[in-house]
């Protein structure tokens, strides 16, 4: 039987052509589990005063798992994409899903708190956040709620590798929950797969770079398939 491994997600980097990590013994990972489960929240300064004005609150998020090679955004990015999400919501009962970015969740939620917005996550610390978490593994596409699909005016995604066979998964996904021809799809992923996500999703890469809290070498794109004009640094022109 083949030795299960932990798939790195949320927010992540890594190609699943990597080096294999370290393993730890049994012993080790459940000493590890329980001083994770100990850590307290990390708090990033948010600007939000009940529609997104500055106030300096905070935004409460969980600590990174290592083993799940999870990297947040920095505070910049996070509100910059929880107000572009804002942004392209035409009403209230408009749907929004982040694919596998826990910290954008975190980011809308607080800055905009009335905003539906649905977490798709492999990590199940995140059932915490309710009725709005829902388990996702990329290699099951489409194994989400029959309510889901067809649903999301906006959709966001942060494929868990950097390889062809898991933006092609993540693809699959999108296109499962995005409405044909009217949703909003923002997808943050390296720069590397910039022709891939042109011919899967037809999206173009904008000015603004994606950053980390934990500073990171691979360079970091935002693609977008809608025209976003004079926000996110607007859609670069092909030279």
Same mark, same amino acid.
């Given at each position: 039987?083949?030795?299960?491994?932990?798939?790195?997600?949320?927010?992540?980097?890594?190609?699943?052509?990597?080096?294999?990590?370290?393993?730890?013994?049994?012993?080790?990972?459940?000493?590890?589990?329980?001083?994770?489960?100990?850590?307290?929240?990390?708090?990033?300064?948010?600007?939000?005063?009940?529609?997104?004005? +500055?106030?300096? &609150? !905070? @935004? #409460?998020?969980?600590?990174?798992?290592?083993?799940?090679?999870?990297?947040? $955004?920095?505070? %910049?990015?996070?509100?910059?994409?929880?107000?572009?999400?804002?942004?392209?919501?035409?009403?209230?009962?408009?749907?929004?899903?982040?694919?596998?970015?826990?910290?954008?969740?975190?980011?809308?939620?607080?800055?905009?708190?009335?905003?539906?917005?649905?977490?798709?996550?492999?990590?199940?610390?995140?059932?915490?956040?309710?009725?709005?978490?829902?388990?996702?593994?990329?290699?099951?596409?489409?194994?989400?709620?029959?309510?889901?699909?067809?649903?999301?005016?906006?959709?966001?995604?942060?494929?868990?590798?950097?390889?062809? +066979?898991?933006? &092609? !998964? @993540? #693809?699959?996904?999108?296109?499962?929950?995005?409405?044909?021809?009217?949703? $909003?799809?923002? %997808?943050?992923?390296?720069?590397?797969?910039?022709?891939?996500?042109?011919?899967?999703?037809?999206?173009?890469?904008?000015?603004?770079?994606?950053?980390?809290?934990?500073?990171?070498?691979?360079?970091?794109?935002?693609?977008?398939?809608?025209?976003?004009?004079?926000?996110?640094?607007?859609?670069?022109?092909?030279?």
């Amino acid at each position: 039987m083949e030795e299960e491994q932990v798939k790195p997600q949320n927010d992540t980097v890594f190609t699943e052509d990597d080096d294999d990590p370290p393993t730890l013994s049994l012993h080790t990972l459940a000493a590890l589990q329980e001083f994770l489960q100990q850590q307290p929240i990390t708090d990033q300064t948010a600007q939000t005063d009940g529609e997104g004005s +500055e106030t300096g &609150e !905070k @935004v #409460a998020l969980l600590a990174e798992d290592w083993r799940l090679s999870q990297f947040w $955004y920095d505070q %910049l990015t996070a509100e910059t994409v929880a107000n572009e999400v804002h942004a392209l919501l035409s009403n209230p009962s408009s749907l929004a899903v982040c694919i596998a970015c826990p910290t954008l969740y975190a980011y809308i939620k607080k800055i905009y708190p009335s905003v539906n917005v649905q977490l798709l996550e492999y990590d199940k610390r995140f059932e915490q956040y309710g009725s709005d978490f829902t388990f996702y593994d990329y290699k099951k596409p489409e194994d989400l709620p029959d309510q889901f699909k067809h649903a999301f005016q906006v959709v966001v995604a942060d494929p868990p590798y950097l390889s062809q +066979e898991c933006l &092609e !998964k @993540v #693809a699959q996904t999108i296109s499962f929950l995005a409405i044909p021809g009217k949703s $909003y799809v923002l %997808l943050l992923t390296g720069d590397v797969q910039k022709d891939r996500a042109a011919e899967l999703l037809g999206l173009h890469s904008c000015g603004f770079r994606p950053q980390h809290s934990s500073k990171l070498g691979n360079e970091f794109r935002l693609f977008t398939n809608y025209d976003p004009g004079m926000r996110l640094g607007g859609w670069e022109l092909e030279k």
